[in-house]
């Protein structure tokens, strides 16, 4: 997370493929004043209400049980400054993901974990961790870590 450190203060965070909500939840301990979690496993988002109610941070967040490509038809261009993505390694949900943010950036920055196998399309800036990658994208003119 440190490579969108400078990001996340003050910023309004869309948590995608949310599952337990650990991205999203760590954007509020390092300063995002809202975050908005999408996911649709009944595990997962069992998980997720739990980890918001111990952290009491249910009025700084929104959760909504939704496909993410159904949710994201309904959010306008630049409705976040920062949006995380955990799709399933196993689908080619990333490569959807980033197609979708390159014609209708609905966030300043989209930064997407995936497998290292995986070579995302667009201009994005790619760390590999261990057996996974994550790659991120800015809006033109949106500078930071």
């Known amino acids: 997370m ?22 999203g939840l760590e954007s509020l301990s390092r300063g995002a004043v809202s975050v908005d979690f999408v996911e649709y ?27 993410v490509f159904g949710f994201l038809d309904g959010v306008g261009e630049g ?10 390694y196993s689908s080619r949900m990333s490569e959807k993901l980033v197609e979708r943010w390159l014609a209708h950036s609905f966030s300043g920055v989209l930064s997407i974990e995936h497998s ?6 667009g201009k994005g800036r790619r760390r590999v961790l261990d057996d996974s990658a994550v790659t991120t994208y800015r809006q033109k003119g949106k500078t930071g870590g």
């Open 116 to 121: 290292r196998e995986i070579f995302l399309p």
């Open 41 to 67: 496993g009944a595990e997962a988002l069992h998980a997720l209400k739990a980890n918001r109610a111990k952290l009491r941070v249910t009025r700084k967040s929104r959760l909504f049980k939704k496909d």
């Open 2 to 23: 440190d490579w969108v450190r400078d990001d996340l203060v003050g910023a309004r965070v869309l948590d995608l493929f949310a599952g337990t909500g650990a991205l």
């Open 79 to 88: 409705a976040y400054d920062l949006a995380f993505a955990d799709p399933p």
